[in-house]
């Protein structure tokens, strides 16, 4: 990451630590002159004195949530990435296959919940089941939308220097597709947050759903925002750490790195070809 990029970001994440620092100061001044009864909206350091009573044991419900997610996530991007390429090359699995994805895509997630608890049980399978599944459908659609949207003229070159289908996937296919993935590795990541959210609304024994869960059933308003504010901030590091992810976290320079990578590659291929073609013509 260059110097300017760097200054970029920093400047970025004090912009935001700036409006979130804001927006808890004017929560706070509210709450202190209009004095709304606790149960209905408690004051921020009312909800950060309650995090800072049990810290181990948000930490510890909050790490169940981020590994699921983290599972999850990562299931969608292995299976979804080999389905896309399945997708691709095979008419029978696109009939098939992405006509099941489509239809299982309309189906609320929440409703297949209950299912998976049912055959998983309560514990963290259930959850990094539900998580795979609300994500996989994103890793899937971008991934098969970059491999398509190849130039057709660079496959019908790789094609005339006699590159195969696996050549043709790793050396053009994959690098076009580069910037559409990480595009929806954004969108999954967050999907696959909630995904194990609503798989602990369910039924769990641990985890930030089960506070949320649990706090609501007793009136404990206070600990229902101290596990909402904690979503939250997992929910923007996570984001920020997807974005991290692309070259800087720009998909017009991925695209462009991508499509300058593969140009080169076929300036290659054909200064080979031409290369092999002068050398039988000097052996003959």
């Given at each position: 990451?260059?110097?300017?990029?760097?200054?970029?970001?920093?400047?970025?994440?004090?912009?935001?630590?700036?409006?979130?620092?804001?927006?808890?100061?004017?929560?706070?001044?509210?709450?202190?002159?209009?004095?709304?009864?606790?149960?209905?909206?408690?004051?921020?350091?009312a909800i950060f004195s309650e995090m800072a009573s049990a810290p181990l044991w948000y930490m510890s419900n909050a790490m169940r949530t981020v590994g699921a997610t983290l599972l999850g996530f990562s299931a969608a991007l292995a299976v979804g990435c080999l389905a896309a390429v399945g997708i691709v090359y095979s008419r029978v699995l696109e009939s098939t296959l992405f006509t099941l994805l489509i239809a299982l895509n309309s189906v609320p997630k929440v409703a297949l919940a209950p299912l998976f608890i049912i055959w998983m049980g309560t514990g963290l399978a259930s959850k990094v089941a539900i998580s795979f599944l609300i994500a996989l459908f994103v890793i899937v659609v971008d991934t098969v939308l970059g491999l398509r949207s190849v130039d057709p003229d660079a496959v019908d070159l790789f094609r005339s220097l006699r590159g195969g289908r696996l050549q043709t996937l790793l050396w053009l296919r994959a690098p076009n597709a580069l910037p559409h993935l990480f595009s929806g590795m954004k969108v999954a990541m967050s999907l696959a947050l909630v995904g194990a959210i609503a798989g602990e609304f369910v039924a769990s024994q641990a985890g930030l759903g089960y506070v949320i869960l649990a706090a609501q059933g007793n009136f404990q308003t206070t600990r229902v925002f101290a596990a909402i504010v904690l979503l939250g901030g997992i929910a923007f590091l996570i984001v920020r750490d997807a974005h991290r992810v692309a070259p800087a976290g720009d998909p017009e320079l991925i695209e462009a790195r991508s499509r300058s990578d593969t140009a080169a590659r076929v300036r290659r291929r054909r200064a080979q070809a031409k290369a092999a073609r002068q050398q039988r013509k000097r052996n003959r």
């Open positions: 990451m260059s110097e300017n990029e760097q200054s970029s970001s920093a400047a970025r994440a004090s912009h935001v630590g700036l409006v979130v620092f804001g927006f808890f100061v004017l929560w706070q001044v509210t709450v202190m002159v209009a004095k709304p009864p606790e149960y209905l909206l408690p004051a921020p350091s």
